[in-house]
């Protein structure tokens, strides 16, 4: 392939954070960056604050509802920070590893090994064991419900009902869950290099294969039409739109290098997504036509891309790497 | 700036970089978390991660200890005894968000842990291997117990087959002659893996950790460790009175034993072997006998390739390139070595000799 034409290079402020990203996002206007040393660096490069989220901690996994970063440690805390810098304890599973997290609306849920536990805005904690650890969790758009991940399927719990949750089932271990905007599919990356996706209508499995590596870095378009996903030596993006979703169509692709796709970022408002690789490189490719604009080179040192996010309005970009750096793009008003 | 000749080339970063990680296996009680602490607590100025199960009894003296669940799972590729660590998958990655906190990999299994789904995560899991490398299983032992354990603990058994290092711990609770005898069931079973005695787990680190057992360019020879005669031996201790009936007079006093179910098999093969007939046949072997080779190792002089081949495997998984070239004067010599359940000794033996060039 050719490189893009078109550059944003100009437009992009770069920092050592000195620690692995493992997520970035915007509170309020703010860049926050989860680290693996425990803090969270927060505010505008150069002038930000760091947060000691987890001290003597690593997060392993942050969500954001816009407002309020929480995130997960392996000091078996769960911590929302604040726009200023507060941080406060939520939960503390003693010995545990906080992988998995997922927040709504002012509610939180994280999973310690096999135990799941979701906190709803007013507070109150409702608990679930499922059969195995579980790897991802992610809230259903509609009603009071979690999907789970974990060995041989994805469990639907709705924390307030005491009924069993539904189980959709497909062989095999199940790693990040994500659910389509409209609430009807469920994704799954999993161990074996593939997605595995369901219709939560009729548990209908539809399969989509053909990665090199695992694809870890899942993302809806705003529209709820499209996921793009990484794992590829391009990003791969699915159609959902029909009622079969994505079953007997080819994927797009876009944004084809050398390098493996290791973080996807949908824009909040245009089909457009952030493609971030291993080698550090990332672009922005538009869907229609595959055209890509530049944001960043490699540099020595660099590592892979863990981190892409956008700010609500989609006017930032935030970026984290493994090696130790972050920056923001700005794009041009 | 290296103003070194530019010619000779640096190790593969990425080999350089990966995290070592140790697995120590052995059966209830025989000393695993003893071990554990011991290197903890030498100035070896290292930093570990260690991972555990959670049921230990014994405190673990270190700054980073992760509590796992040993969840085995199946892959998905049609290959029943594919199993891996799916725990172990998960941690390695968290842990690499905070690479440079930690200098090595310790994991402790459950005493009835089966060490094959560790091993196998390291060859299936992509991610994993490009940031890790599983050094060595190390397998400790108790003098006193063992012998009775591998009558009648298959699990125990599986751990002695599948060492790289066994430390014998607590010789001092047992007889020279006990010491013997419980030595020559092990090697029974591996006579491979480097053996060292041990009271309380008094084992030097360099024994246990950085020993490169896994990786394909250490393997330089495959013979039996030597069993040392050990002068302490005799029985001019007080306490050793040997009442075993005396055996058949080998040297050293050693007993030879045959385990009746796990066995080691190894095959030389004076000159060249047929890439076109080895490739093949150690492919069907470990399609078809996988489930019972528990480990296969092999060096290999392909026809006209001035480089040895070798190859390591754990049940299916098989991982093998070219090494180093045949020094000049060096016998162009194969040999395979395969330890394992009920193995098939006449097939296989038959089967790579039909290799030969």
Redesign the interface.
Known sequence: MTEPTSSLTKNVQFFETG??V?AASFLDDAPAFAM??GAILLGEPGAANRVAAHPGG???AAVSDGKMMVTGG?DGRVVATSRDGSAREIAHEK???I?ALAMRAGAVAWAA??EVRARDSAGAVKAHVAP??V?GLCFMPKGYRLALSH?NGVSLWFPNVAATPTLLEW???HLDVATSPDGRFVVTS????SLHGWRVSDSKNMRMSGYP??SRSLSWSHDGSWLATSGADACIVWPFRDKDGPMGKAPREGGVRASKVSQVAFHPRTLVVAVGYEDGFILLCRLADAAEILVRQPQAGDGAITALAWDAIGARLAFGL?SGGAGLLTLPA | MNDSNPLAAAPAASAQNKIPVTVLTGYLGAGKTTLLNRILSEPHGKRYAVIVNEFGEIGIDNELV??A?E?V?E???GCICCT?R??L???IE?L????GSFDAIIVETTGLADPAPVAQTFFV???VQSLARLDAVVTVADAKWLAARLRDAPEAKNQIAFADVIVLNKIDLVSPAELREVEARIRAINPYAKLHRAQRCDVAIADVLERKAFDLDRIMEIEPDFLEVDDHDHDHHDHSHDHHHHDHGHGHGLKHYHDEHMQSISVRLDGDVDPGKFMPWINELTQTQGPNILRCKGIVAFTEDPKRFVFQGVHMMLDGEPQREWKAGEKRESKVVFIGRDLKEDDIRKGFLACAA
């Open positions: 620690a692995h493992t693996g040393d690593a997060i392993l392996d010995g545990r590893w992988d090994g096999r195995t650890t790897r060995y062989k095999g271990s999993m161990q074996e290099n590596k695992k493994d | 992760v509590g669940d969840e799972f892959m998905n590729n891996v799916g725990d998958i998960r941690i968290g690499m968000k905070r690479k899991d992509q991610d």
